[in-house]
C-alpha cells in the first residue's frame, strides 16, 4: 500500500518513535501519534504552534493543550492496555490520503478476547476538532468500565505550563479551562460524547481533568462503538467567547455526526492531494515515503492564518522550543510555493510581522538592521539559550555560539522573500513589508561587515556556517555568498519599487532613513569578498583556515568518541579541529547559486565534500542529492533522497544532542525529499513563469507525475526515461 503506514505487534521501546511517525494534524494543531490510554509519561501531546510558554528561567517552549482523547479501558474492574497487558495482536495505521490514524489491540484474558479499535482525525475541515470512533468487543458477557475524558495532566519539557485549572461540566458537555503562566494565555478543551447502547454514566472530576466513567454489562461479541468530539480554542483565537465557541463547536460536530465530520474531513484532503501528489512508478516504498514526506508538510502547513511559520520540529511537541528556523525558509518553502502559494505566503508573512524582533536583536548586539533569532518564537525574539548542548561527561552545560554567530539566518530569509516574489511574480509582498526585511537585512550585513583596508574588501568574521561543528570562523564561504546575494536583492528591489511603485519607494526611504544606506549597500556588494574556487582544484575552502584543519576519515572521528551522544562541535568536540563537517555547506551554497558555477566547480566540490560530511543535521542529505542531479548523476543522489524521505519512517536520527532530547519530527527532510524528487530527479525549473524540465530519473523509477501551481495557472507534468509531458490544466 503506498497511502498507509502500519507497524504490526507492540514494542513498549517504540513508543516514543512512534507518537513522531503516526502523528496527525490540521496546522492548527498536532497530535502525536500514541494510544489513547497513553498520558504524559508516553509523551501524549496535543502540541498548539504560536503559543508560548516559560516557567521560571527555564526556556520557553510551545504549549500542549489538555488531552481531550483520553480513553481507557478496564473488564471486570481490571485495567486493559498496551501498557498493563501484552496484547497477543496489535495494529498501528496512518492513512495518510485521509489523514487518520487507526488501532486495533486484541488481549487474551480471563474473560476471553478483549479488542479495541479507535479512529481518530484532527480535522482539516474544522480546525479546532479533534474526533475520535472508540469500539470494544469481548467474547463473554463482562462489566465494562470506560473512562474518557479531557486530561489537563500534559506532557512538558519544561514545565509545567498550564495552571488556574477549571473543570466543568454544562449540559453535554464537559470543559478544561486554564491559563499559561507567562503570558496568560487561556486554553480551553471542550468534549461531546456519544452513544448508541444503554450504560451509566457518571462525572469524575480531578484537579487538573474531568472524566466519563462509562459502565455497561456487555453482550458477548458484539461491538460497542461510541464518538468523541472535542474542540480546542486559546486566547490568541479571533473569538467574543472561547468558552461558548468550544462548546459550540463540538455540539455542532456531534450533532452532524462522525460520519459526516469524516466525510468533510476526507473531501479537503482529498483536494490537498490533488494539488501535492506526487506519483512514483517503479517502487513502491520510494512512493510511500515521498507521500508520507507530503503528508509530514500539509498536516503543519498554516492555512488556518496569514502569518504563521512552521517550527523546525513541525508540531511534533516542544523540542527545539516549537522555534522556527532557516529550515523553513530554505527546505519547506520550495513545496509550498510550487503547490500551495497562500501557505507559502504565510510563511513569508510570519517574517515580515517578526521584523520588530530582529531589529531588537541587531540591537542588543549593538548592530543596525534585521539580525533574525536562530530559533524564532511568536514575536521574533531570539529563543535560543548560550547553552544548548549538555556534555555528557560533566553533566555541565556546553556555551555554545548558534544565537551570536549564525548570522546566515537573515540572509535566508531574504533569499526567500525574493524567491517568492520572482516565482510569484506578486509584487505586493515586497510593498506589503517583504522590501522592508529585506533592505533592513541588508543595513544589518553592512553593519556587521569589517572592511579591511590593506586587501579594500569588506569580510564577514566571526561566524558559524551551516556546519555547526566550526564555531567563530572567518569568511564561511555560505554565508559570505548569502549576504551578496542580500545586498544584491536590497538593491534589486529598491530599483522594482522605484520603477514600479515610486510612492512606497518614497515612503519607504524615508520611513527607514535609507537614503544614505544606498551607496553603502552598492560599495559593499561590489568589495565584499566572496570566496572562488581553487584554480587547480576547483575546490571552495569552506572558511578561511579549513584546509589547514586535520584531514581525517569520517570512520576515525567516528572512533574518537568515548559516549555516542557525544557533541561533535563546539570547543572540545571530536569534529572542531577536523575537516569533518555536520552538513552540506559549501554544498549547499552551489545548489542555491548553481547557475553561476560551471558544473565542474559542483562535482569537485561535491566529490570533496562527501566523503567529509556527518549528515549529522537531517537538513543535510537532500542538498547532496540536488547537487548529484545538478551534475547529471541520478544514481548518486537517490541514497540521499531515500534518506530524507524515510527519516520520519525508520525513526533512525539523532535524539539527542548531547544530554538533551532533540527527537521529533523532520519536517525540513520532507521538504528536502519533495525538492529531491521534483527540483532535483524531474529538473523542474521556473523562470518568469514559464516551466521547464530536465529529467534525470534514478533506474528504479519507470515514470514520475506531479503538478505545481504557476502564478494561479496549474500544470500537470509526466516524465518517464524517455519522455516528458508538460499540459497546462484548464
Known amino acids: 500500500m503506498t497511502w498507509r503506514v502500519c507497524e504490526e505487534g507492540f514494542d513498549s521501546s517504540r513508543i516514543t518513535s512512534n507518537g513522531n511517525k503516526f502523528m496527525t494534524g490540521n496546522g492548527y494543531m498536532g497530535y502525536r501519534g500514541t494510544m489513547e490510554e497513553y498520558t504524559k509519561n508516553e509523551l501524549v501531546a496535543c502540541n498548539l504552534p504560536g503559543v508560548y510558554d516559560r516557567v521560571g528561567n527555564k526556556w520557553r517552549e510551545p504549549v500542549n493543550a489538555p488531552n481531550g482523547l483520553f480513553t481507557s479501558l478496564a473488564v471486570e474492574g481490571k485495567s486493559i492496555g498496551v501498557l498493563q497487558e501484552k496484547p497477543v495482536c496489535h495494529r498501528q495505521m496512518l492513512d495518510i490520503r485521509e489523514g487518520l490514524h487507526w488501532r486495533n489491540t486484541v488481549w487474551d484474558t480471563a474473560y476471553g478476547r478483549v479488542t479495541v479499535e479507535a479512529e481518530r482525525f484532527a480535522s482539516l475541515s474544522a480546525y479546532h476538532m479533534l474526533c475520535l470512533k472508540y469500539t470494544v468487543r469481548l467474547e463473554k458477557s463482562c462489566e465494562i468500565t470506560i473512562k474518557t475524558g479531557i486530561d489537563g495532566d500534559v506532557w512538558d519539557i519544561n514545565g509545567p505550563h498550564l495552571e488556574g485549572f477549571s473543570c466543568e461540566q454544562a449540559g453535554d458537555v464537559i470543559r478544561v479551562q486554564s491559563?499559561?503562566?507567562?503570558?496568560?494565555?487561556?486554553?480551553?478543551?471542550?468534549?461531546?460524547?456519544?452513544?448508541?447502547?444503554?450504560?451509566?454514566?457518571?462525572?469524575?472530576?480531578?484537579?487538573?481533568?474531568?472524566?466519563?466513567?462509562?459502565?455497561?454489562?456487555?453482550?458477548?461479541?458484539?461491538?460497542?462503538?461510541?464518538?468523541?468530539?472535542v474542540s480546542v480554542y486559546t486566547g490568541k483565537d479571533n473569538v467574543t467567547d472561547m468558552v461558548e465557541a468550544a462548546g459550540e463547536a463540538v455540539l455542532k460536530t456531534a450533532e452532524a455526526g462522525y460520519i459526516r465530520a469524516s466525510q468533510d474531513h476526507a473531501a479537503c484532503w482529498k483536494t490537498r492531494w490533488e494539488d501535492a501528489d506526487v506519483v512514483i512508478e517503479g517502487d513502491e516504498?520510494?512512493?510511500?515515503?515521498?507521500?508520507?514526506?507530503?503528508?509530514?508538510?500539509?498536516?503543519?502547513?498554516?492555512?488556518?492564518?496569514?502569518?504563521?511559520?512552521?517550527?523546525?520540529?513541525?508540531?511534533?511537541?516542544?523540542?527545539?522550543?516549537?522555534?522556527?528556523?532557516?529550515?523553513?525558509?530554505?527546505?519547506?518553502?520550495?513545496?509550498?510555493?510550487?503547490?500551495?502559494?497562500?501557505?507559502?505566503?504565510?510563511?513569508?508573512?510570519?517574517?515580515?510581522?517578526?521584523?520588530?524582533?530582529?531589529?531588537?536583536?541587531?540591537?542588543?548586539?549593538?548592530?543596525?538592521?534585521?539580525?533574525?533569532?536562530?530559533?524564532?518564537?511568536?514575536?521574533?525574539?531570539?529563543?535560543?539559550?548560550?547553552?544548548?548542548?549538555?556534555?555528557?561527561?560533566?553533566?555541565?552545560?556546553?556555551?555554545?555560539?548558534?544565537?551570536?554567530?549564525?548570522?546566515?539566518?537573515?540572509?535566508?530569509?531574504?533569499?526567500?522573500?525574493?524567491?517568492?516574489?520572482?516565482?510569484?511574480?506578486?509584487?505586493?509582498?515586497?510593498?506589503?513589508?517583504?522590501?522592508?526585511?529585506?533592505?533592513?537585512?541588508?543595513?544589518?550585513?553592512?553593519?556587521?561587515?569589517?572592511?579591511?583596508?590593506?586587501?579594500?574588501?569588506?569580510?564577514?568574521?566571526?561566524?558559524?556556517?551551516?556546519?555547526?561543528?566550526?564555531?567563530?570562523?572567518?569568511?564561511?564561504?555560505?554565508?559570505?555568498?548569502?549576504?551578496?546575494?542580500?545586498?544584491?536583492?536590497?538593491?534589486?528591489?529598491?530599483?522594482?519599487?522605484?520603477?514600479?511603485?515610486?510612492?512606497?519607494?518614497?515612503?519607504?526611504?524615508?520611513?527607514?532613513?535609507?537614503?544614505?544606506?544606498?551607496?553603502?549597500?552598492?560599495?559593499?556588494?561590489?568589495?565584499?569578498?566572496?570566496?572562488?574556487?581553487?584554480?587547480k582544484t576547483l575546490v571552495i575552502e569552506q572558511f578561511d583556515g579549513y584546509h589547514r584543519l586535520e584531514d581525517c576519515s569520517l570512520a576515525e572521528v567516528k572512533n574518537r568518541l568515548l559516549d555516542p551522544r557525544e557533541y561533535w562541535g563546539g570547543g572540545h568536540g571530536v569534529a572542531s579541529d577536523?575537516?569533518?563537517?555536520?552538513?552540506?555547506?559549501?554544498?549547499?551554497?552551489?545548489?542555491?547559486?548553481?547557475?553561476?558555477?560551471?558544473?565542474?566547480?559542483?562535482?569537485?566540490?561535491?566529490?570533496?565534500?562527501?566523503?567529509?560530511?556527518?549528515?549529522?543535521?537531517?537538513?543535510?542529505?537532500?542538498?547532496?542529492?540536488?547537487?548529484?542531479?545538478?551534475?547529471?548523476?541520478?544514481?548518486?543522489?537517490?541514497?540521499?533522497?531515500?534518506?530524507?524521505?524515510?527519516?520520519?519512517?525508520?525513526?533512525?536520527?539523532?535524539?539527542?544532542?548531547?544530554?538533551?532530547?532533540?527527537?521529533?519530527?523532520?519536517?525540513?527532510?520532507?521538504?528536502?525529499?519533495?525538492?529531491?524528487?521534483?527540483?532535483?530527479?524531474?529538473?523542474?525549473?521556473?523562470?518568469d513563469g514559464r516551466v521547464s524540465v530536465t529529467p534525470n530519473l534514478p533506474q528504479k523509477w519507470s515514470r514520475l507525475a506531479f503538478k505545481v501551481n504557476v502564478r494561479g495557472e496549474k500544470y500537470s507534468i509526466e516524465l518517464t526515461h524517455d519522455r516528458q509531458n508538460i499540459v497546462k490544466l484548464g
Open 285 to 535: 516504498q520510494d512512493q510511500l515515503a515521498l507521500r508520507y514526506s507530503i503528508y509530514q508538510l500539509e498536516i503543519i502547513a498554516p492555512f488556518h492564518a496569514q502569518d504563521q511559520s512552521i517550527p523546525a520540529r513541525g508540531l511534533s511537541g516542544q523540542t527545539y522550543k516549537g522555534a522556527i528556523f532557516w529550515d523553513t525558509e530554505l527546505f519547506m518553502l520550495p513545496f509550498f510555493l510550487h503547490t500551495h502559494p497562500d501557505a507559502a505566503k504565510s510563511l513569508i508573512r510570519y517574517r515580515i510581522k517578526s521584523l520588530n524582533g530582529a531589529r531588537r536583536k541587531a540591537a542588543c548586539y549593538g548592530y543596525r538592521g534585521a539580525f533574525y533569532a536562530w530559533e524564532s518564537q511568536e514575536n521574533g525574539d531570539d529563543a535560543c539559550s548560550d547553552y544548548n548542548v549538555t556534555d555528557v561527561f560533566t553533566g555541565r552545560p556546553v556555551r555554545t555560539y548558534f544565537k551570536d554567530k549564525q548570522v546566515h539566518i537573515s540572509a535566508a530569509i531574504a533569499y526567500a522573500i525574493w524567491e517568492f516574489y520572482r516565482y510569484t511574480g506578486d509584487m505586493s509582498i515586497l510593498s506589503e513589508g517583504g522590501a522592508e526585511v529585506i533592505l533592513e537585512c541588508a543595513r544589518f550585513y553592512h553593519s556587521y561587515a569589517y572592511f579591511k583596508e590593506d586587501k579594500d574588501r569588506y569580510e564577514i568574521l566571526d561566524v558559524i556556517g551551516p556546519d555547526e561543528y566550526h564555531e567563530r570562523v572567518n569568511n564561511n564561504a555560505y554565508t559570505n555568498r548569502m549576504v551578496h546575494h542580500t545586498l544584491e536583492a536590497a538593491l534589486q528591489v529598491l530599483q522594482l519599487l522605484k520603477e514600479g511603485n515610486p510612492e512606497v519607494y518614497a515612503e519607504l526611504l524615508e520611513k527607514l532613513d535609507y537614503s544614505g544606506e544606498i551607496a553603502n549597500i552598492a560599495r559593499m556588494k561590489e568589495k565584499l569578498y566572496v570566496i572562488q574556487p581553487d584554480e
Open 179 to 229: 491559563i499559561t503562566q507567562e503570558l496568560m494565555v487561556p486554553i480551553v478543551v471542550a468534549e461531546a460524547c456519544k452513544r448508541s447502547f444503554i450504560a451509566e454514566e457518571t462525572i469524575e472530576k480531578q484537579d487538573k481533568g474531568i472524566f466519563r466513567i462509562i459502565k455497561w454489562c456487555s453482550e458477548p461479541d458484539t461491538a460497542y462503538t461510541f464518538y468523541k468530539y
Open 578 to 687: 577536523t575537516r569533518i563537517i555536520k552538513q552540506a555547506d559549501v554544498v549547499l551554497m552551489l545548489y542555491l547559486f548553481r547557475d553561476t558555477y560551471h558544473s565542474e566547480v559542483l562535482k569537485a566540490n561535491w566529490t570533496y565534500y562527501e566523503p567529509r560530511t556527518e549528515h549529522g543535521s537531517s537538513l543535510s542529505p537532500c542538498i547532496y542529492a540536488l547537487l548529484s542531479c545538478e551534475t547529471g548523476n541520478a544514481e548518486w543522489a537517490y541514497p540521499f533522497f531515500k534518506k530524507s524521505a524515510s527519516i520520519d519512517l525508520t525513526g533512525e536520527s539523532k535524539q539527542f544532542a548531547g544530554t538533551i532530547y532533540i527527537g521529533g519530527t523532520h519536517p525540513a527532510a520532507n521538504g528536502g525529499a519533495w525538492m529531491s524528487a521534483i527540483l532535483g530527479f524531474a529538473g523542474l525549473c521556473v523562470r
